[in-house]
């Protein structure tokens, strides 16, 4: 059986309609109704990004910029790393 997303998938491990399913670890992070029984070597696939980035003469460039520093801050930093993201500045 296939989801048509990430989110499809672990609803359907969520709700015992398939007995496993492969999702982000992030999601299943976010569950209290799976178990997480193998993690895929991060060597074995192409990382996996979340690029952020400002649109160059937006109407908002100021709350843009303001809202990418937010991102940047310590305290959300440390909520992606507790919902299973990791962090690569550039």
Not at 11 to 37: C, M, P, Q, W
Not at 59 to 73: G, H, P, T, V
Not at 76 to 88: A, D, H, N, P
Request: hydrophobic share 40%; net charge negative; glycine share 6%.
């Amino acid at each position: 059986m296939y989801g048509k997303d990430v989110r499809q998938v672990l609803f359907y491990v969520e709700t015992g309609n398939v007995d496993a399913g492969i999702v982000y670890n992030s999601d299943a992070l976010s569950s209290s109704k799976v178990r997480i029984v193998y993690r895929f070597d991060s060597e074995d696939h192409e990382p996996i990004a979340y690029p952020i980035g400002i649109v160059n003469h937006s109407r908002n460039d100021q709350a843009a910029l303001l809202y990418y520093e937010f991102l940047q801050s310590i305290e959300v930093l440390e909520m992606f790393g507790k919902y299973g993201f990791t962090i690569e500045n550039e």
